[in-house]
């Protein structure tokens, strides 16, 4: 009996290099429900729903329709996952504590065990237990095998001979202990080099019982660690594969599902729109050949699209419900929306210190740098509910004077008068508001920025960054590499869903 009997078998995730690279998609993703389920929540959407508007009539589905469309959901989110997120890894179940099922696994385990002391403490022991035990483990060793660990295959088979064990329990000769030993040994030889401590723990537990339950915990999670090398060695081939798999399996859900275009469709639509009719040239870059007035040129497809991803960094995510194409990686969006919200606010901070300061100071990287990292710390906790932007631009405001008073002391300039401290105080504050004209300045910057990156395709672009930009260059570029990634590998997949819905709402328009 495993200690942890209902983690799925991961096993046959080494096992998926097969010719045939569709099956080894499906297969490599097939037993990972269960892994993932944080995950798949973490991004699904948020629960302040606007009505979803029908494409076509409703039908009623099966119980055993919606259980194949939910499993088919599952296993492509899981397969994007693997794919998108090079973080991506499988982690032990913890179960809740003061949860039922962790009170009741509690108490099976327990019984489980109690029985096995009650037998070894037997005159003579009975080793029905043990027997089975050791059995589970000799599978467990077997499966961490590759196909040329010959030797250590057979070493395994004939220790832990079943047959043979089982003979010297009824004839009383055999050793347990000696068996254990075996068995600690194979697994420091087969574990990863982060459970060597937790092999080396082993040798220190002399009664049985306890033992063999160690054994089990630690062989759970060289199972978890085996999982993961194997995502790791799948993932190159996953991303050749997972643009049709995804495809397919979005396909599959749109079949069952006929609606699950709509909000795609009502995005592109507004993408288009606001390009043609330049609602929001003040908020969003239009780029690549948008009209200025309604009598202008069409808006090409591959403009629609990029102005339709920015307009995902500006989304209402409590009162709009996300498109269907990208709802696996709205977490993802979120995360980039809140990235540059705090990369806007840091930027308008720092140009109004740099314009209010001698100009010899903004030159120094060294003040420059600390001053930056005093400003981002103190912007560390803007994702949390409990924080306030403008109690913390108070902070920011009284830190920034500090060390902008202590550099001018440094470079024997003049200092700031109390009028200009207060002065800059205010303009700091001021960054609270949306509509702050500096704030303003450094949004519609960074978005120009971002659409150029968009617009320059797979290469890497040589860019020059906006004028202000530059004391968070550095951030911004790894924030546009990421973001830039994400949109292209979602092109890729959806691409001809896009196509075909632009083709309907360019020529309407």
């Known amino acids: 009996m495993s200690e942890n009997p209902g983690k799925p078998n991961i096993n046959e995730a080494g096992k998926s290099k097969s010719n045939d690279s569709e099956q080894d998609l499906e297969d490599a993703v097939e037993g990972s429900d269960e892994a993932l389920q944080k995950t798949i929540k973490s991004v699904s959407p948020s629960t302040q729903r606007v009505q979803r508007p029908h494409s076509s009539p409703p039908r009623f589905v099966t119980v055993e329709e919606l259980l194949e469309t939910a499993k088919g959901v599952t296993n492509m989110a899981l397969a994007h996952e693997i794919v998108v997120n090079g973080d991506f890894r499988i982690k032990p179940v913890e179960l809740p504590e003061d949860s039922l099922e962790k009170r009741v696994k509690e108490i099976v385990h327990k019984a489980f065990w109690d029985c096995l002391s009650i037998q070894l403490s037997e005159e003579p022991p009975t080793y029905d237990h043990a027997i089975k035990l050791v059995g589970e483990i000799k599978e467990t060793l077997l499966s961490f095998l590759l196909p040329g660990h010959t030797r250590l295959r057979n070493q395994i088979t004939e220790v832990l001979d079943l047959d043979l064990i089982k003979q010297e329990a009824e004839n009383g000769a055999l050793d347990i202990s000696k068996l254990a030993e075996f068995i600690i040994g194979m697994m420091g030889t087969l574990c990863a080099p982060a459970r060597d401590e937790e092999v080396r723990k082993l040798k220190d537990i002399k009664e049985i019982v ?254 020059t960054v906006p004028g202000g930009l530059g004391p968070v260059q550095k951030e911004l570029e790894e924030v546009a590499i990421k973001f830039v990634r994400l949109v292209n590998y979602n092109k890729m997949v959806f691409s001809p869903y896009y196509d075909a819905i632009l083709s309907k709402i360019l020529v309407r328009s």
């Open 210 to 463: 306890p033992l063999f339950r160690a054994i089990f915990s630690v062989l759970d999670l060289m199972k978890v660690d085996m999982a993961n090398f194997a995502v790791t060695s799948i993932r190159p081939h996953l991303m050749q594969q997972s643009v049709d798999y995804e495809r397919k399996k979005f396909q599959q859900l749109l079949e069952k599902q006929p609606n699950s275009l709509d909000f795609v469709t009502q995005w592109l639509e507004e993408a288009a729109d606001d390009l043609m009719n330049q609602k929001y040239k003040n908020a969003l870059p239009a780029g690549g050949g948008a009209a200025g007035s309604g009598d202008g040129p069409m808006p090409n497809p591959v403009a629609v699209q990029n102005y339709a991803y920015l307009k995902l960094l500006k989304w209402d995510h409590l009162q709009r419900p996300f498109p269907e194409t990208v709802l696996m990686d709205q977490a993802r969006f979120q995360e980039f929306q809140l990235q540059l919200e705090q990369l806007t606010i840091l930027g308008a901070v720092l140009l109004v210190t740099f314009s209010m300061a001698a100009p010899g100071i903004a030159s120094q990287a060294d003040f420059a740098e600390k001053l930056k990292m005093i400003v981002k710390v103190l912007l560390t906790d803007a994702h949390l509910p409990s924080f306030h932007l403008k109690d913390a631009l108070t902070t920011i405001g009284e830190k920034v004077c500090l060390e902008v008073s202590s550099c001018l002391a440094l470079c024997g300039l003049t200092p700031f008068t109390t009028e200009k401290e207060a002065v800059l105080k205010g303009q700091i504050q001021a960054v609270a508001s949306p509509d702050d004209p500096i704030r303003r300045i450094m949004d519609s910057r960074i978005l120009i920025f971002l659409e150029s990156y968009l617009a320059s395709g797979h290469q890497k672009p040589l860019l």
